[in-house]
């Protein structure tokens, strides 16, 4: 066996958690460094996001997946309008910033969040209970017609890679913000959790919507990672109504919606309508042209 494929089996095995490791420690030391959370979790993120397209490129799930010039544009500046000024200015600053607010304030409602336990251990419950609400409004986004046409502009890429993870209307990404971000900031989750939170739903969205080549083994019974997501951006519905959950995949797991067949890879992606524009100003008003969201 070639050193090559050694290192891609290795690789495939260890990258996940090793990517999110290395991110936690380069938010955990920024943070001890006394660099402010929000700060630390933008770099902890970027830190993810360049280990993320190295092993895309040196050891991708698939070669023909590398984006075209034309769709890698229009990624970038999803990833630059919604990605960075939505969820990370409205979700890392804004809610950070709301969350100090309230604390000092006296306005965030007390008595029902669990400030006593450690850091990770917060951040932890934060994913699981985040991701219950963000659960049912993704199944909602792909049940109503009129919600589908905002969600099929995040399902219209006929490829997976990283940066198309900021692929969704800014109408979508604002709703997704009132619902599972904005809560915790009320009940007045500390700066440090909401920060940590944030570091794993980044990297995590960088990895599930990767070109990586991964198996995450009995991880895919917890995280949502790229192994089963893939399955949620086929192009055909049967495969595609499945594995909502945006962090965990524990929801999916107990509601019977997790899809990871054993002995298949998955087709082809994005929508039925093979001409859905692609451009970041067309998909700005796709949801309001019938007929263009066509599905499986």
């Not at 999110?20 to 402010?36: D, E, P, Q, R």
């Not at 309508?273 to 263009?292: E, I, K, S, W």
Request: one cysteine or more.
């Amino acid at each position: 066996m070639s050193s090559q494929i050694q290192a891609s089996r290795l690789l495939a095995r260890v990258s996940y958690p090793g990517v999110i490791a290395i991110a936690f420690a380069v938010f955990a030391a920024m943070v001890g460094a006394g660099v402010h959370v929000t700060v630390a979790s933008y770099v902890a993120g970027l830190a993810g996001a360049a280990l993320v397209t190295l092993h895309e490129f040196k050891f991708p799930y698939r070669r023909e997946w590398h984006p075209a010039l034309s769709d890698a544009r229009a990624d970038l500046v999803f990833m630059l309008v919604v990605q960075v000024a939505l969820p990370y200015l409205l979700s890392i600053t804004l809610v950070i910033f709301l969350a100090e607010q309230f604390l000092t304030s006296g306005i965030a409602i007390d008595g029902i969040w669990p400030h006593e336990l450690p850091v990770a251990a917060q951040a932890a419950l934060m994913l699981v209970a985040a991701d219950f609400p963000r659960y049912w409004l993704h199944r909602a986004f792909h049940k109503f017609e009129f919600m589908w046409r905002y969600h099929a502009v995040h399902h219209s890429p006929h490829r997976l890679y990283w940066l198309n993870v900021g692929r969704f209307h800014p109408i979508e990404k604002a709703v997704q913000f009132g619902v599972d971000t904005l809560p915790f900031a009320l009940l007045g989750v500390s700066t440090d959790v909401l920060a940590a939170y944030f570091v794993f739903y980044a990297v995590n969205g960088f990895f599930q919507h990767s070109n990586c080549d991964v198996r995450l083994g009995l991880l895919n019974y917890v995280v949502s990672g790229p192994e089963l997501h893939r399955w949620h951006h086929s192009e055909f519905s049967v495969e595609s109504d499945t594995n909502f959950g945006n962090n965990l995949i524990v929801w999916d797991l107990l509601f019977g919606t997790r899809f990871l067949p054993d002995d298949q890879q998955v087709g082809r992606l994005g929508l039925l309508n093979r001409d859905y524009p692609n451009g970041f100003l067309a998909q700005m008003t796709t949801p309001f042209v019938a007929g263009l969201d066509k599905r499986g």
